[in-house]
């Protein structure tokens, strides 16, 4: 089982402020997923990054893959209370996701 | 949209009962998974499918099986529930088994075992 370890486990910030959660690897994957997870409701993908270095962005968030496909980041400038939630990194397969164990966020007003 | 149903939201069940979990998808996807979540453990897969009548194990199966007697309905069994099966379980769909699908989560069955 490939693991992917997620930093920081906790983050409790001010709105307004800027944030970097990271997902690692020792393994290569050919893609990477980020998920969010709301209380009480099961994860909803944010985004798919497949390429090496790619970024994409969605809003405020913006999701990096690392050139060797071996890590990624996602930052979010000007986090908002909407932002908060569980934060799931994971790798794709056709037998199922492995998740990391995830970034808890709360943005406080 | 695109949904996944699943029968209960929270669940109490006695030590030795036999329970059912029922997961249903109305997009005609391939691929159904059962997945439990822990504090401190995050998602782990238990088990999947790729076609009616088709199962997989996958990372944690023990004392759990699966029905897949049509395409939209996956169900999670657990023979003799036990304390260590509270969990909340949470099903989840995609149309093929590619690397880059999206899985689609239903809102999860928050069950306890007592």
């Known amino acids: 089982t490939q693991l992917l370890e997620q930093s920081p486990q906790f983050l409790s910030i001010q709105e307004g402020e800027n944030l970097t959660v990271y997902c690692n690897s020792s393994?290569?994957?050919?893609?990477l997923q980020w998920y969010r997870q709301e209380p009480g409701e099961g994860p909803v993908l944010l985004v798919t990054?497949?390429?090496?270095?790619e970024v994409k962005k969605l809003k405020r968030l913006t999701f990096q893959f690392g050139d060797a496909r071996k890590d990624s980041s996602l930052h979010i400038t000007a986090a908002q209370p909407g932002d908060t939630g569980l934060y799931l990194c994971?790798?794709?397969?056709?037998?199922?996701?492995?998740f990391g164990k995830g970034t808890h966020l709360i943005i406080q007003p | 949209d695109v949904k996944v149903t699943q029968s209960s939201r929270y669940l109490v069940k006695r030590t030795g009962e036999k329970v059912f979990l029922e997961c249903v998808q109305d997009?005609?996807?391939?691929?159904m998974f059962w997945y439990r979540q822990d504090p401190g453990l995050g998602l782990r897969l238990i088990y999947f499918?790729?076609?009616?009548?088709?199962?997989e194990k996958g990372d944690i199966p023990e004392g759990y099986s699966v029905s897949r007697e049509k395409k939209e309905r996956f169900s999670l069994i657990l023979e003799s529930a036990s304390t260590n099966q509270t969990s909340m379980y949470l099903c989840?769909?995609?149309?093929?088994?590619?690397?880059?699908?999206?899985?689609?989560f239903g809102p999860g069955t928050r069950l306890t075992v007592l």
């Open positions: 989840a769909s995609s149309l093929h088994g590619s690397s880059t699908d999206t899985q689609y």
């Open positions: 393994s290569v994957f050919s893609s």
């Open positions: 990054v497949v390429t090496g270095g």
């Open positions: 994971a790798r794709g397969g056709a037998d199922g996701l492995t």
């Open positions: 997009m005609d996807h391939e691929n």
């Open positions: 499918s790729y076609d009616v009548k088709m199962k």
